[in-house]
């Protein structure tokens, strides 16, 4: 019934793009629509029992709040994502918005597992070819699913994220290719190609990664296709310049969605972000140039490893392709590398050059970009390699089973169909408790209590980590909850002053406004007076700069031109053996510092015998002394246990810095004084 549906569709008139694209659906036969079918559900089913079920973390939770109130994305803004996210978030009747925006995820996931299924089954019979339809279905189908339950991809199926429409895109576009390379010439599926690719490309850009591929496997198979001597015939003969023109314009015409940008801008509550009259926030810079910076991802700019080649950039490179293969090895294992290795074999010596050149140049480009990028989470960005995988998977256990066969050993190839079949299974079995979010409700678990505080109107809230900020702007953006209050992270502005932790605080306290942390950060009081009221837990609240007096005892000494200190306090006033002396000593930085370092007060006697000692790294991990600023001035607390059985009398004070563990001194130490211990 449906296949008839479908042919009475294409027998209909309307537009040839959507004639050629239902052409392309109808081309499969019934056991593989079934096939591709109960991979989709299936796959569904498992992506929606261990889908996220609320608000997250980082840019998941901002992908959750930003397509439903038509915002602007970070860097590069995905127009499309944003565009069909608020479709699905508003129409699909499900939970909250941020439970919808996880399942969008896993719908595009879904159609990528199925559609995977026709690319693998696609290649296999193009590359190996005269193998019963039951073995190569069979081994499309545990290629498919092995990919479904790989880590990485499994792990993003499950969130609010940008990754599985792109995987979408990739095997879509694919899926595409090889359609066009049997019939290169019809319009439709030039316009589709290009249509699809830019659409991709308002997506997310590493669809570029796909172009050499896609470009050198045309122009072969063109190539091939000539040199027959059976070009098509009118009027479907297309020249190369037309191909071009309509490819190109295809590509551009998509592109006209980056204008969403600067169309809602003025609209979005957060491009402009007010702390007080004279400091506001620019998130998003409705110019041209802002428009364009962000588009390119100016701002990821630095994270790209560019540089002459070296020794020691060597050795670098040498590590980074060490991870790519542990990563590989992580998804698919031994047994899918060699399946994989066997595949690429098969295609060598069958000289199916376009599909080889295909894979491996789009794989090579992938994995190249990835290694220039250096950010936090790029093993997400090798998704799209691991589709490109999936195929030689496949084409591996066809060419294993074929050659048992033409062997006449029946039970090796019977061996080598159970043991394909175990590598999907172990695959789910091992990475079901790795990647399951169904109960992950932490980013609800610390906001809710949070937002119930009585928080002074007009607070500013402030993390160290724009990941945790994410589920607030949700919550003010989507629920309501809260839109008086600001939350600030480090890096939230290109601004140099909010670069750190250190520059946010100085901006939220120059703003008059209340300022809490939304959590405990040890080592901030080396800069500022903090202040854990019962009522506001976990909010932490800030008082004031931390070395805002005058020291008790001043001075101006300096540490290798890297630091003054121009102080110190003591307390207790009277020092009894058995006491705690707490030393706090008053910094004030030259110049930028490059390490963290470790100061120490020591209490020798008159012959340097070490009394007592207290060494710590002031400002702990959030704000250590490489963040530290120049003429800011910063308060370092030291507490010692004096002994017991020390001796009444007068004994010596010394200050300095090191590095740790290479005990590398900041020049000589300082005296500070003598001390007075009585009995």
């Known amino acids: 019934m449906a296949n008839a549906i479908i042919q009475f569709m294409i027998r209909s008139p309307k537009p040839r793009l959507i004639h050629d694209v239902l052409a392309l659906l109808s081309s499969a036969t019934s056991p593989d629509k079934l096939i591709a079918t109960s991979l989709t559900v299936l796959s569904a089913v498992l992506y929606v029992t261990t889908c996220a079920p609320s608000v997250l973390f980082g840019d998941s939770g901002e992908f959750q709040f930003v397509p439903y109130i038509l915002g602007i994305a970070h860097p590069t803004g995905y127009p499309l994502y944003v565009i069909l996210g608020w479709l699905w978030s508003h129409l699909l009747p499900i939970g909250n918005v941020a439970y919808r925006m996880n399942l969008f995820s896993c719908f595009w996931a879904s159609l990528t597992v199925g559609l995977s299924y026709f690319l693998v089954r696609n290649l296999i019979v193009r590359t190996v070819g005269g193998v019963e339809p039951l073995v190569t279905r069979m081994a499309a189908g545990i290629a498919s699913a092995t990919f479904a339950v790989t880590q990485t991809f499994w ?33 439709g599926l030039t316009i589709a190609l290009a249509i699809g690719f830019g659409l ?27 040199s027959s001597g059976n070009p098509p015939s009118s009027p479907q003969r297309y020249t190369l310049w037309r191909t071009v023109v309509i490819g190109t314009a295809g590509v551009l015409l998509p592109l006209l969605l980056y204008l969403y940008l600067p169309l809602r801008a003025p609209y979005v509550p957060y ?33 790209l490893r560019l540089g002459a080649a070296s020794a020691s950039k060597l050795t670098e490179w040498a590590a980074h392709l060490k991870t790519v293969m542990e990563l590989l090895d992580k998804q698919f294992g031994l047994i899918g590398i060699c399946l994989a290795f066997i595949g690429v074999t098969r295609m060598l010596l069958g000289r199916r050059w376009p599909w080889l050149i295909l894979i491996a140049l ?39 089973t074929d050659a048992a066969s033409k062997m006449k050993v029946h039970h090796i190839r019977h061996g080598v169909i159970l043991l394909s079949l175990i590598l999907p299974v172990w695959t789910f079995i091992q990475n079901l408790p790795r990647v399951d979010r169904s109960s992950d409700n932490a980013a609800a678990t610390l906001w809710q209590p949070i937002l119930q505080r009585p928080i002074p109107f007009g607070a500013i809230l402030i993390s160290n980590d724009r990941d945790e900020m994410m589920p607030l702007w949700y919550y003010q953006y989507v629920e309501g909850q809260r839109g008086d209050l600001l939350g600030l992270f480090p890096r939230i502005v290109g601004d140099p002053a909010y670069e750190d932790i250190g520059g946010v605080l100085d901006e939220a306290m120059g703003s008059n ?84 370092y470790t100061t120490f007060v020591h209490l020798t006697d008159e012959e340097g015998n070490l009394i007592t000692q207290s060494d710590h790294r002031p400002g702990g991990v959030y704000y250590p002394t490489s963040l530290w600023k120049q003429g800011e001035r910063l308060l370092d607390v030291h507490t010692m246990a004096l002994p017991i059985t020390v001796e009444p009398g007068e004994y010596r004070l010394w200050v300095g810095m090191y590095l740790y563990p290479s005990m590398q001194s900041a020049g000589g130490p300082i005296e500070l004084g003598r001390v007075v211990v009585t009995s």
């Open 513 to 596: 406004r209340p300022v809490f942390l939304i959590k405990q950060m040890q080592g901030l009081e080396v800069k500022v007076q903090l202040e854990n009221e019962e009522e506001m837990s976990p909010l932490v609240k800030v008082v004031g700069l931390a070395a805002n007096r005058v020291p008790q005892y001043q001075l101006d000494d300096r540490l290798s031109g890297l630091v003054r200190l121009i102080g110190y306090d003591i307390s207790p006033p009277a020092i009894h053996p058995g006491n705690a002396v707490i030393v706090q000593l008053y910094w004030e930085p030259l110049q930028e510092i490059q390490y963290d």
């Open 200 to 226: 991709a490309l308002t997506h997310h850009r590493t669809i570029l990664a796909l172009l050499p591929g896609i470009l050198v496997c045309a122009i072969w198979s063109r190539r091939g296709q000539t």
């Open 155 to 187: 792990s993003q199926a499950i969130i609010a994220e940008v990754y599985s429409l792109n995987a979408f895109f990739v095997v879509s576009l694919l899926l595409l290719l090889l359609r066009w390379v049997e019939m290169p010439h019809y319009r």
């Open 362 to 400: 789009s794989y090579t480009a992938y994995v190249a970009f990835n290694l220039l990028y250096a950010i936090g989470d790029v093993e997400v960005l090798y998704i799209p390699s691991y589709l490109l995988i999936t195929p030689l998977i496949g084409i591996g256990l066809v060419s294993l």
């Open 271 to 303: 491009t402009v972000l007010t702390l007080s009259p004279e400091q506001q926030l620019v998130l998003y810079e409705n110019t041209g140039r802002g428009m364009l910076n962000h588009i390119v991802g100016a701002a990821f700019a630095e994270n």
